[in-house]
């Protein structure tokens, strides 16, 4: 299947400048729907001109001055087009608030089959219903949605719609507010005036009575039942169902929606530059899928899909045109088309050809895409301006995961990273375990930690002054064997307090001299070690010395101390105490 992407190409007469009389950007692009004329496609431009071009494999032999046919129809951009029941009918709208019914074949300026003037701003897209094409919608930058019947149309000057959804895509949302920079309204207010009317983007037909709509802030998706009749209703229109913003962004617009043949599977391109997969069937909120890796920089960058649903295609801001598979895992693009030097903007895919597909763009030009499987022919390779370049990504490993049934917490194991340095695990001396020399698992912090302390803890040797080289050092970098390390000397060791961190020069241990090792000082003290310590023995001049607390006496405590001390023959002369001399003579 990626073969076939990749076998993509664009041959040398079949890159097209812009029709029309000057150079226009080009809106839209779109294929006709009808048996018998599936090869002709339908362009707009900014000038008002539309353009009606015959992409069959014959028509290449002809000029390309004559496989389009070009006539304006509008003063102003024409953004959208429509085909209707028979394909000679085409329906455009346009920025100056008009929808235009026309006849290709007999096509007049001075005199189009309708003119429909109802919408009070810019008219942005155009959708015809699927079974009998003859009733269309539209959806303008005033909010509104409009059915229109082609047949009624024709009949009358100045026709009106059928049926008018007002504010359909209304919002009170404070982040749509903050995204566009407009003044937030009181809180106080009324709906309708905290309500800040969004632009209807995009309308499109699931069948012949529900109409979807999507808009340009709210970052909603409505459906609605076209046999009611929203226009008696006051209040601001209730959708039949809605699906919510499935993203995270503040950019909430839908620039484009497209559906797949069966009509079940609904593909909405988001600024946010994500296209949303839903589920239409049973309208579930959540996207069955999404798909990533374009820019959607503007309103104007559509997206379609293959007749058979096997690719999705899609416009971007960076200049490519990018194609996924629907059938895969992945969200990330098979392929990006090559070739334009602006804003790829409106994209189509042929129902006549198999692997066709058209793409346009703001440099002024429009490029129609072939399959053919002799690209890689050296003697073909000359005929072809640009082809379709593979997209390389390596598979995430939450994708894999999934795809294989395997937890994806499996995939996060950090390895630990290890340091060689001499331990003493039996309370011995280390002289006598200097040879013990084991692989500690360390953290990363931890590690930068012991890294950074290691130049700084140097061993010296009292005897010579010689200073050694730190640990690391004395260890080769490229290696861990500890066999390689030079030994360390029994009086120059550093005592780790279980390897929790390190002890400070003054306070690490030495072992006893030996007499094969060289004179060692036996001692090493602080300069105030012979100095009395004041507080060990209180007599600190700044801690006040108390002496013994005296204790509070009462009569009870008096009378038991002066018994203990009197003799048995004062005792009876105690026995009325403390008495009065009067009461003892009585």
Not at 229 to 245: K, M, Q, R, T
Not at 296 to 302: A, E, F, L, N
Not at 550 to 572: A, C, G, P, T
Request: charge should be positive; hydrophobic fraction near 30%.
């Amino acid at each position: 299947m990626e073969s076939f992407i990749q076998k993509l190409a664009v041959s040398r007469n079949e890159e097209y400048k812009s029709f029309g009389d000057f150079p226009e950007y080009i809106y839209s692009s779109k294929f006709c729907p009808l048996d018998g004329s599936k090869h002709l496609l339908c362009l707009t431009n900014e000038g008002g001109y539309i353009g009606i071009q015959q992409t069959n494999s014959g028509a290449c032999l002809l000029k390309p001055e004559a496989r389009i046919k070009s006539f304006q129809v509008h003063g102003n951009a024409v953004f959208d087009s429509s085909w209707l029941h028979s394909p000679n009918l085409v329906v455009t709208v346009s920025g100056d608030q008009s929808v235009r019914l026309i006849d290709i074949n007999t096509f007049d300026a001075d005199k189009c089959l309708a003119i429909l003037n109802f919408h009070s701003r810019s008219v942005k897209t155009v959708d015809a219903e699927p079974t009998r094409r003859v009733t269309f919608a539209t959806g303008s930058r005033d909010g509104n949605i409009c059915i229109w019947d082609s047949r009624v149309a024709r009949k009358q000057a100045i026709a009106n719609s059928e049926n008018c959804i007002n504010n359909a895509h209304a919002t009170a949302d404070p982040i749509f507010f903050q995204e566009h920079r407009i003044r937030r309204p009181r809180p106080y207010a009324s709906y309708a005036d905290r309500a800040y009317i969004c632009s209807v983007t995009a309308v499109l037909y699931q069948d012949e009575y529900k109409l979807i709509s999507a808009g340009s802030g709210d970052g909603l998706i409505k459906a609605w039942d076209s046999r009611r009749n929203y226009s008696v209703y006051s209040g601001d229109p209730i959708a039949c169902e809605v699906l919510p913003f499935a993203g995270s962004s503040a950019r909430r617009g839908y620039s484009s929606i497209t559906m797949n043949k069966s009509r079940t599977r609904l593909f909405a391109n988001c600024t946010d530059g994500v296209i949303y997969e839903y589920n239409i069937a049973s309208y579930d909120k959540k996207p069955v899928r999404q798909y990533k890796g374009h820019l959607v920089g503007s309103y104007h960058v559509k997206c379609d899909l293959s007749p058979d649903d096997r690719f999705l295609v899609s416009g971007s801001s960076d200049n490519y045109g990018y194609i996924w598979s629907t059938n895969g895992i992945s969200s990330e693009p098979l392929a990006k088309l090559d070739g334009h030097g602006a804003e790829v903007s409106a994209v189509a895919w042929s129902n006549f050809e198999d692997l066709t597909l058209v793409t346009c763009s703001d440099d002024y030009n429009h490029r129609i895409w072939r399959y053919d499987p002799l690209i890689d022919v050296e003697e073909e390779k000359n005929n072809y301006v640009c082809r379709a370049i593979p997209v390389t990504k390596p598979i995430s490993r939450n994708i894999l995961s999934l795809a294989l049934g395997i937890d994806p917490k499996r995939f996060q194991s950090k390895p630990k990273s290890t340091l060689i340095l001499p331990i003493n695990s039996s309370k011995r001396k280390l002289s006598e375990s200097e040879n013990n020399i084991q692989r500690l698992p360390l953290s990363p912090r931890k590690e930068n930690n012991v890294v950074q302390c290691l130049p700084k803890m140097i061993k010296l040797d009292l005897a010579s002054g010689v200073q050694h080289k730190s640990i690391d050092e004395n260890c080769n970098s490229s290696s861990r064997n500890t066999q390689e390390c030079e030994p360390v000397h029994e009086n120059m060791c550093i005592k780790l307090s279980a390897m929790k961190r390190f002890i400070s020069p003054k306070k690490r241990c030495y072992s006893e001299p030996s007499s094969s090792s060289p004179r060692f000082v036996e001692s090493i003290g602080s300069p105030t070690s012979n100095l009395p310590n004041y507080v060990v023995d209180g007599k600190s001049p700044s801690r006040l010395v108390e002496g013994p607390r005296k204790q509070r006496s009462n009569w009870l405590s008096d009378m038991q101390r002066v018994k203990s001390s009197v003799s048995s023959v004062e005792r009876k002369s105690l026995v009325n105490w403390p008495c009065t001399g009067d009461q003892a003579n009585q």
